[in-house]
């Protein structure tokens, strides 16, 4: 039986899948305990063996709080490899024949894994670039600024069938197609998740990241398994979004924060989880931008100036009444009957008995982002 045969035979028994649950241990040794092609999607953000040479210090004299942790440290790069490869094999023995993988990595990995992936005989679909909007300069001014990270997003073949929500990622984009240079801040603020005043973890993603994935890729339900875990933004993430998870972590620490963090977590209401369907310039920031990284809330209410019309957020971005469902711009011009409209200034957030713009949000974002 060949490789992709096997991998599209489904499991002969029934296994019940711990759902929604943390499973503390080895990756590999845990996903082997899980049967064949059972899950929709695997989200890893694998150790990226950076191999730091020594402490890094700021001008001021400051250390840089790097990745330095045991996990991320391999003998060499055959070593490296061969770990790639032992996960990889997993991933795509439990991925069902129209599950997809997403990985992320920097420069010092993501081509390594890129490699062993596609002789596993994953198919690339895309590579995207996150463009990170305040990345960490390069205080040695030896190089160019680190500004970037690149996913890898992989069917079971060249001819498997996946799941993509194209209108919804262009209902997201403020109707344009969803391009794959993606621009978010890195983890920080309230985001960033601290123990006794450091970091939890050194490369925790943002929420944000893991939105547009399971939305453009997944749908209400479908089963999520994340191999490194760490403190737990894709489980955060699947539980607003009404989708299932399976974490897999080998550090306690993490764990425990993990837990913490999704216990906390509020589903979306099951209305808000209906995103749109198939039926010049970008502006510098989409509407789904802003309910992706929560400065527009799911299921928050907006209304004309004139309160004729009330519609309600979603979480893909577009906005839904009575009398119909679409972007910002599209709803509020089939609701006056016009060609075009400028959701921006049409829509309106209360705020204390006293409607705002929309674009308000956006110029806060904008101050919170640009740097």
């Known amino acids: 039986m060949g490789v992709l045969e096997k991998v599209r035979k489904a499991p002969a028994v029934a296994v019940e899948l711990p759902l929604d649950q943390i499973i503390m241990g080895d990756c590999i040794a845990n996903m082997r305990a899980l049967p064949d092609a059972c899950v929709d999607m695997v989200f890893a953000d694998p150790p990226y063996n950076l191999q730091l040479g020594g402490d890094l210090f700021r001008p001021e004299g400051g250390r840089v709080d790097a990745v330095d942790n045991d996990w991320d440290k391999f003998d060499s790069l055959k070593t490296y490899d061969e770990f790639s490869r032992a996960w990889l094999a997993e991933a795509r023995r439990i991925l069902k024949p129209n599950g997809t993988l997403w990985v992320i990595g920097s420069y010092h990995n993501i081509f390594r894994v890129g490699s062993v992936l596609q002789d596993e005989g994953f198919w690339i679909l895309n590579d995207i670039i996150w463009r990170k909007v305040n990345p960490m300069p390069n205080f040695k001014g030896t190089r160019f600024t680190n500004a970037h990270e690149t996913l890898i997003w992989a069917s079971q073949g060249e001819n498997a069938k996946y799941t993509f929500n194209y209108r919804a990622m262009k209902t997201l984009n403020d109707e344009l197609q969803m391009r794959s240079d993606w621009s978010f ?131 893909d971005g577009s906005l839904i009444c009575d009398a119909g469902s679409g972007s910002i711009h599209k709803l509020g011009a089939t609701l006056q009957g016009a060609p075009s409209c400028n959701g921006w200034t049409f829509w309106h957030y209360e705020v204390d008995g006293v409607l705002k713009p929309i674009d308000d949000v956006r110029q806060t974002y904008l101050l919170a982002t640009q740097p």
């Open 185 to 315: 801040p890195i983890c920080g603020g309230q985001e960033r998740i601290k123990k006794n005043g450091t970091k939890a973890h050194p490369t925790q993603k943002p929420e944000a990241l893991l939105y547009r994935i399971l939305l453009a890729c997944t749908k209400p339900g479908d089963i999520i398994v994340d191999p490194f875990f760490g403190t737990g933004t894709t489980g955060a993430v699947a539980k607003r979004l009404g989708r299932h998870f399976i974490g897999l972590e080998r550090e306690k620490s993490y764990v425990d924060v993990a837990q913490e963090r999704i216990d906390s977590a509020l589903p979306l209401d099951e209305s808000m989880l209906k995103t749109m369907q198939a039926d010049t310039a970008a502006p510098r920031v989409a509407f789904g931008t802003l309910v992706e990284t929560g400065y527009m809330k799911v299921g928050t209410k907006v209304w004309d100036l004139k309160r004729r019309w009330c519609a309600t957020v979603r979480t």
